[in-house]
């Protein structure tokens, strides 16, 4: 399909037509607080790994020409949190999507249970077995559209330890960590294998038995 019948699609159907293009994404759920205390939590798929020294991740905010409340409150606070959605409560987490007023905690709305450590401002989810607790670096305009990359540094990281292998691999099967399509398909996910580090003169092999 060319741009030019892209652009002329009924916009539901663009929407998830073009939303499905980039595949399985991860689901996580964002946790903040505003200043006077009012918790939020919402569902982003476009969390992304930007580098492990230093140990940074973001994620893709829509335009924030209309209120978004995840926004305002990591603006600021410096702070938020990222959580892995799990296959016990995916569909409370796609309901964090709904647009609630300020004065409501999607926590409450949807079932969730916040969790605060000492180092970090913003809330966790305790039902979540991967939370990420990280600081606001900075917030980059993409010009094309209007979104913003949001960029924060991990302050800490509360994970299970019994789903961290030896050589730090997490096994997100074995936390239920499902993955997202489009903006409403929600998947359980099957490890194929983990291969070796790609060189140019050698095929991949399985790895990992030796530490399972
Ligand atoms: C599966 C799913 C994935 C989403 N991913 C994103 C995303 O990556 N970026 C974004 O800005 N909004 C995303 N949204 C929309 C937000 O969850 C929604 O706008 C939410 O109301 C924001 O809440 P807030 O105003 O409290 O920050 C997604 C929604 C769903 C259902």
Known sequence: MLKSA???????????????????????????????????????????????????????????????HTYENIIATNSFTINHVHLDFYKKAHQTAARYDRAISEFAAAGLTPFYSENVKAPFVQESKVKIGLSFVESLEIKANGTQMIIGAIEEVLVAPQLIMPDGYLDLEKAGTVAVSCLDGYHQTQKLARLSYAKPDREPEEIGHEIL
């Open 6 to 68: 892209i652009k002329e699609l009924p916009k539901r159907y663009r929407t998830n037509f073009v939303n499905s293009l980039s595949g399985f994404k991860s689901g996580n759920l964002i946790g903040t607080i505003s200043p006077d205390g009012q918790e939020n939590l919402a569902i982003f798929t476009s969390v992304v790994h930007l580098g492990a020294n230093p140990a940074l991740m973001g994620f893709i905010m829509r335009p924030v020409s209309v209120p978004r």
